[in-house]
């Protein structure tokens, strides 16, 4: 695999050697979070590969509380660590983090599970339905 630019262009790795003051083990951490266990480095398509990457890690969570409180905190986690990972990496959005993109497929999820139970903002109350059912 080539290093350097990418075929977009854009530095693909982070000069975290380069510059002794980028090389700690916390920055490290936050580009290995915001890069999605450094899957965003693979390419052609790093947004597409973390977008499955977020499929994967939230498919066994079932529609409910618990699957809206994970979506919460990738999204809280998503807005913090890809902003610090954007500075350590010298840009103001390398296509390596995609943080972004785990969290709004949970996103995605979420509203695609209240969607499948038949929560609709233009359906009449169930209890309308029930009436005229009868």
């Not at 080539?2 to 951490?29: E, M």
């Not at 990457?53 to 913090?80: D, E, R």
Request: hydrophobic letters at 45%; a neutral charge.
């Amino acid at each position: 695999m080539r290093r350097g630019r990418s075929w977009t262009g854009a530095d693909r790795r982070p000069h975290v050697a380069d510059d002794p003051q980028k090389n700690t083990v916390a920055h490290r951490f936050v580009i290995a979070i915001a890069t999605g266990a450094y899957v965003g480095y693979l390419p052609p398509a790093p947004g597409t590969l973390g977008s499955l990457l977020g499929l994967i890690l939230l498919w066994p969570l079932k529609p409910g509380i618990a699957q809206v409180l994970v979506t919460l905190c990738l999204i809280g986690m998503a807005i913090v660590v890809a902003d610090q990972a954007a500075r350590v990496m010298g840009g103001q959005d390398p296509p390596a983090i995609v943080i972004d993109e785990i969290a709004g497929n949970g996103e995605a999820d979420v509203v695609g599970a209240a969607d499948h139970r038949g929560v609709h903002a233009d359906d009449p109350p169930a209890d309308i339905q029930q009436r005229t059912a009868r």
